[in-house]
């Protein structure tokens, strides 16, 4: 697939989790076994509808959702299910599409990882995928206060790439992280029509 960025963009900021790696079909399945032990149970579209929150705030939301409380603490549920991930992570592939335009601007726009996902994981899925060294800027949810859909996360970006929001293109795989991009002032571009993701 060949995609131009936008007229007038000088900056690209992208998405980590189904957008440069896809990633989700191994969440959602970690989620799942993470659940499973404490009793509880989600789906799909529950997971969709948080997919570009961190870690902590998705496993209480399933402790409100699941009537968990008092049982088990965010912290354990996050903790099991990041186990099962590590255990999953390997078989993690790039998105093409979407790292075609990382190769193709290299060197030439500054670019930056604006991403939900907790540190340690963001770092091994982008060794994993062979992606780390297109990226010096990478801010996740470890580097910021507020997450998606607020701007923060590409706000801070923005800031360390020095260039103004309105020149970025910010390609995305969830609601909340266009509308964090739309947030920003930046331009949004959705790849969820770019692959076929089995989740």
């Known amino acids: 697939m060949k995609y131009d960025i936008k007229e007038g963009v000088r900056g690209l900021i992208f998405d980590l989790d189904g957008t440069l790696a896809d990633t989700m079909p ?13 009793g509880a149970h989600i789906d799909n579209s ?8 961190p870690g902590w705030i998705i496993a209480a939301e399933i402790i409100k959702n699941c009537g968990l409380n008092g049982n088990v603490s965010a912290v354990q549920i996050m903790e099991e299910k990041l186990i099962e991930f590590y255990r999953l992570q390997h078989y993690i ?14 060197g030439k726009l500054p670019m930056a990882i604006g991403t939900g996902g907790h540190r340690e994981a963001v770092e091994r899925t982008l060794e994993i995928t062979d992606l780390r060294k297109y990226f010096d800027i990478i801010v996740t949810a470890n580097d910021v206060n507020s997450f998606k859909p607020s701007p923060e996360t590409f706000l801070r970006c923005a800031e360390l790439m020095n ?19 739309l947030n920003a002032g930046m331009i949004a571009t959705d790849v969820r029509s770019w692959y076929d993701s089995n989740w």
Do not use: M
Not at 26 to 38: N, P
Not at 46 to 53: A, D, E, P, Q, Y
Not at 165 to 181: M, Q, R, T
């Open 26 to 38: 191994y969440h959602f399945r970690a989620w799942q076994k993470a659940c499973k032990k404490y």
């Open 46 to 53: 529950f997971l969709r509808k948080h997919t570009g929150s």
């Open 93 to 106: 592939k790039p998105i093409e599409p979407v790292t075609d335009i990382v190769k193709k601007y290299y």
């Open 163 to 181: 260039v103004k929001p309105e020149y970025i293109e910010v390609f995305e795989d969830s609601e909340l992280g266009i509308e964090a991009a």
